[in-house]
């Protein structure tokens, strides 16, 4: 399916939820490469670590990951 | 006020927004501004110009020949000068109306919720984790409104809290506080005006702030400085967060 990463669309397989597509992403050999800390966005809503597994992927879904910023 | 405040301040006493009586509110208010770099600088000066009555400046750090390329409250001269001394002069040579407190030292959540007691908003214009999450601590503990500000190589990030509010977010909700570094400028660098971009948007919601009351909460605003675009992303609390639910 198709879905937009950070503001590129891209082709992934089909996740059930947002835990297996970052599972996903960590695997060896992943050519999306995921930061060590992040918060994740999707369609425009923060969502909290606890609802990865309970959050669907669906086709055309914009999804952000923000990696925490320190600079000022 | 008096004459000379009058003419000073005419160009937001036209504003209807703001008149006298705003521009005396301004006068009257009293913002903690924590970290006098690149977002602290233009932070600091603009609140000042606009006559804020009182501006608490917390840093520990000293001014660096690499501060400068973006920190446009130091100056040259000001190299190994404290930061908070360094800004303090500039913010008086714009205004004295403005009372300058300066705290030049690293503050525990405690000691930060003491000096926030006195304070009406607090805005971190740190660089650091582990200062934003003692901001975080101190505002929630005081219930003080406050905006938090970020700024990377090419991106920012604003996120206002204000713990009073029921439904408010906290910076812990975002983030988890585990000790990650994230990004920082000293390795990624930063582009000199994006600390503008943000700083000044922080100011401005400063300014609405102590005008009107209540932020507008659950937000955060980004800004892409390579095409120039603006991104709001809903934040909402985090039902069992260790910070601001219990």
Redesign the interface.
Known sequence: MNITLNGKNIEIAQYNTLNDFFSSLKEEGSALQVPKQFAVALNGNFVPREQYDKSSLQEGDELELLVPMQGG | MNDEQLLRYSRHILLPEIDIVGQQKLLASHVAIV?L????SPVAMYLAAAGVGQLSLFDFDVVELSNLQRQIAHRFSSIGKAKVSSAAATIRDLNADVQVHEINASLSAESFAEHFAAVDLVL??????SS?FAINQACVKTKKPWVS?????M?G?LLAFDPAQEDSPCYA????D?G??????AE?G?LSPLLGVIGSMQALMALRSLLEGPLAVGE?KRFDARDLNWQ?????K???CSVCSV
Not at chain 2, 37 to 40: A, K, P, Q, R
Not at chain 2, 232 to 236: C, E, F, G, M
């Open positions: 970290g770099g690149g977002l602290g971190d214009c740190t660089d650091r984790f934003r500000a970020s700024a990377i190589a991106d990030q909700c975002l983030y988890d585990d990650d570094e994230g990004r920082r400028c990624e930063v955060m709001s992303l809903r934040l909402p985090k039902a069992d």
